[in-house]
């Protein structure tokens, strides 16, 4: 009964990563037969007013370097206005002061806006900026971005129908070759930005405003409902409130904005915590109106598919935890054997994942070559520090589920330094003790399989074990660095 039990659930919980492994098959394909589509623009005959909100949170590192790109934006003084939406309790306000002054003798309009308090978090920020924003226009950039003087110029042109209310930029890197850890992250972010977005753009279906290096009409926000705090992703829920409401979104891959990536394991994690539960509690709020309106089937399917992707990593972390016993199971009860002809199919899911990495490298490189030997370094570390994060993701997904509110944790941003990391919690070491668990118990299942010479789940758990494994180096590293 118990052995039934055990293969039960894990072949329910593999089930939904193989679904997800088709999604992201389907979206490779859709991505590969529009990719020579292009984009629709229309030459400016007239500049537009236009509002850029920085929306700020003790962020003393990067402000000045952000105010500094934003000075240096090619557009007339008397065409945009600069809002500074500064919610920071630290010494960052000081630093806004002084520069708003240095801007404001050489005839630039910017308001430097305080609040009392942090309600809403950056939701709030903007939603209170928008009250006071003269433009038709708004361009977001977060703290880390450094937007190219001619971005405004360069984007609005794709504004070129009337229902188009935001256009969006892709993510470039400051420092993608710092370390694993960024390397991680410039794979997954470079896979997001390359076929996921222009994929479903191309596709017509429904894209997301990623919270920063973008433009939107200022109807179109107003119209979808405004900034709402009531989940951890506002870019997400604003994006497709709107887009149900019928405006249209576009993603211009041509125009790059470079950000620096979080080389500190604490900040990484608390980026994908907001990430994760942001995108579940999303889902929760949208997936019913996105399957009430008038949509065809196909971006239906695209959509749900988008909204519910943050639930892959409860799937993994919870079919690895089952496979341990099932893998006992498996050793001890031949009766079971004819139901363990699954290599192909976990072949199948790590090819199409594989395939999937590669055609971004190579979309971005050119080069075959050179997108081949990079996939193989880059792929094998992307996957190992996911697997390593599904644990606190999981945790992001369940808290999301049950509706537990948390509050909207910033990113720290150093501008890529190096040394004592001044935003690190001294008990940094308690809040990994899950992963130092999940280490030990795939440490004794890697024992297990060499025991068993069970090739097939020996590499699945040492894989999980070098994920975990992962994770405690890079937070011994971050600790030790004090």
Request: aromatic share 16%; with cysteine; net charge positive.
């Amino acid at each position: 009964m118990v052995e039934n039990g055990v293969v039960f659930f894990y072949y329910f919980f593999f089930l939904f990563i193989v679904f997800f492994s088709i999604g992201q098959l389907a979206l490779l394909i859709v991505f590969l037969f529009n990719r020579n589509k292009e984009i629709p623009s229309t030459k400016l005959v007239e500049l537009p007013k236009l509002t850029v909100q920085l929306p700020i949170f003790n962020e003393r590192y990067v402000i000045k370097r952000l105010l500094d790109s934003v000075e240096k934006l090619n557009y007339p003084k008397d065409r945009f206005e600069i809002q500074i939406l500064d919610d920071s309790n630290d010494d960052t306000t000081a630093i806004i002061e002084k520069k708003v002054d240095e801007l404001k003798n050489i005839g630039f309009n910017i308001q430097h806006i305080r609040r009392s308090n942090r309600e809403g978090y950056k939701a709030g920020a903007l939603e209170n900026g928008l009250n006071f924003a003269s433009g038709e226009y708004i361009a977001l950039f977060d703290a880390d971005f450094i937007p190219h003087p001619n971005f405004l110029i360069d984007t609005l042109p794709y504004f070129s129908d009337k229902k188009i209310g935001m256009v969006q930029t892709r993510w470039g890197h400051l420092n993608p070759t710092q370390s694993f850890l960024t390397r991680a992250q410039s794979t997954g972010l470079n896979n997001h930005f390359i076929i996921d977005q222009e994929g479903r753009y191309k596709s017509g279906c429904f894209i997301n405003f990623n919270g920063t290096a973008g433009i939107w009409k200022k109807e179109c926000i107003t119209d979808a409902g405004g900034w709402q705090s009531d989940t951890l992703t506002e870019d997400l829920d604003l994006s497709y409130r709107a887009q149900i409401r019928g405006w249209k979104f576009v993603y211009c891959p041509e125009i790059v904005t470079p950000a620096e990536l979080p080389d500190r394991i604490s900040a990484v994690r608390t980026q994908q915590f907001r990430w994760t539960k942001g995108g579940v509690e999303t889902s929760k709020k949208l997936l019913p109106k996105l399957w009430k309106a008038e949509l065809s089937l196909t971006v239906k399917l695209f959509g749900s598919f988008h909204l519910l992707n943050n639930y892959i990593y409860a799937f993994i972390l919870l079919s690895a935890l089952i496979s341990v016993p099932l893998m006992i199971v498996k050793n001890t009860s031949p009766e079971f054997n004819q139901l363990f002809n699954w290599n192909k199919i976990v072949f199948a899911v790590i090819l199409i994942n594989f395939t999937y990495c590669f055609t971004a490298i190579l979309a971005d490189k050119k080069k075959i070559i050179l997108a081949l030997l990079e996939v193989l370094i880059l792929f094998p570390i992307a996957m190992i520090f996911s697997l390593g994060m599904t644990f606190h993701n999981t945790k992001a997904i369940f808290q999301g589920i049950s509706g537990k509110k948390t509050a909207f944790i910033r990113t720290p941003k150093l501008m890529v330094v190096s040394g004592k990391n001044p935003y690190l919690s001294s008990e940094i070491y308690k809040t990994f003790i899950p992963e130092f668990l999940l280490f030990i118990y795939f440490l004794l299942a890697v024992s297990f399989g060499i025991y068993f010479q069970d090739i097939g789940f020996l590499i699945y758990h040492s894989l999980m074990l070098l994920g975990f494994g992962y994770i405690l180096w890079s937070a011994w590293l971050e600790r030790s660095a004090e």
